[in-house]
């Protein structure tokens, strides 16, 4: 979901220099809404059964699909069935489990001092304030906002990963290109009570009909309303050469022997 190995906790707050930028309320409500029509169902894709599990499997997430994640984590909560055993964890056992995910080695690293934090500071238990997360190896705002939003309902602030980012920006909400500052735009512009539903809506849409590469905006319900920022037209396809007759692509046999002749006279004559 993210496009580094871990998040980096950023303060909301402080978090651009710039002004926050906001679309007009219209277009906003419009987007909203034609999303919560396309993807009423839209739920996080995660297989978690407890906020620690999903603390794991939302870091784990990083620079790998959910799918992965979810083929993963069965075997990892098995071995590690709470932050106590995962604070104690083998770091080359741990490796071995979620290599997979990608950057495995960095992922590992950042699970067991996640846990150990758990352990140290919050008796084993994922705590339900933004600053205590945040505070947590490899979690910012993305993990938290995750773990608050669709753990415990809480909306704390929005989800802003890769498929965020990239639909925000095409459809005119932002034009940050840092999660935090894209963040800072949307919690401005989108009514709070649609703070969780809209990023795991927009997520889905970017996975389904809005791609990086191609999107499928002729497929896309936001189609009405979208300004395509950034979205570049399909090329043309390149004109066929006509074809030409016979007849002006063959030398006459006259040409040709005239041509010849003169190619053996060029040969015999001495340079001077």
């Given at each position: ?38 993807y ?5 894709a ?12 939302t ?45 495995y ?12 934090g ?18 947590l ?49 949307l ?28 999107p ?31 007849s ?25």
């Amino acid at each position: 979901m993210s496009r580094q190995p871990h998040d980096t906790p950023s303060p909301l707050a402080g978090a651009a220099s710039k002004r926050a930028f906001r679309p007009s309320a219209r277009h906003t409500r419009e987007v909203v809404e034609a999303l919560a029509k396309a993807y009423p169902d839209s739920r996080c894709a995660l297989d978690f059964a407890d906020l620690y599990q999903l603390i794991v499997a939302t870091i784990l997430s990083a620079q790998c699909t959910d799918k992965r994640v979810n083929m993963v984590t069965p075997r990892l909560f098995d071995t590690f069935p709470d932050a106590a055993s995962l604070a104690s964890a083998d770091p080359a056992e741990l490796e071995a489990i979620i290599r997979s995910t990608g950057f495995y080695k960095a992922k590992a690293k950042n699970l067991i001092a996640m846990a150990r934090g758990l352990v140290e500071n919050h008796d084993g238990q994922v705590p339900e304030d933004i600053e205590s997360l945040t505070k947590l190896a490899g979690v910012g705002r993305k993990t938290a906002n995750v773990v608050l939003g669709v753990g415990l309902g809480i909306t704390s602030g929005i989800v802003v990963d890769t498929h965020v980012t990239r639909l925000s920006r095409r459809l005119g909400l932002t034009k940050r290109n840092d999660a935090v500052g894209i963040e800072r735009d949307l919690v401005k512009a989108v009514p709070k009570s649609d703070w969780v539903l809209v990023s795991l809506r927009m997520i889905d849409h970017g996975r389904a009909i809005c791609k990086a590469g191609r999107p499928a905006c002729q497929k896309c319900p936001l189609e009405s309303i979208c300004p395509k920022i950034g979205v570049e037209a399909k090329p043309a396809k390149p004109s066929k050469p006509r074809k030409t007759t016979g007849s002006a692509t063959k030398p006459s046999a006259k040409s040709a022997n005239t041509k010849a002749e003169s190619r053996q006279k060029t040969a015999r004559t001495p340079s001077l």
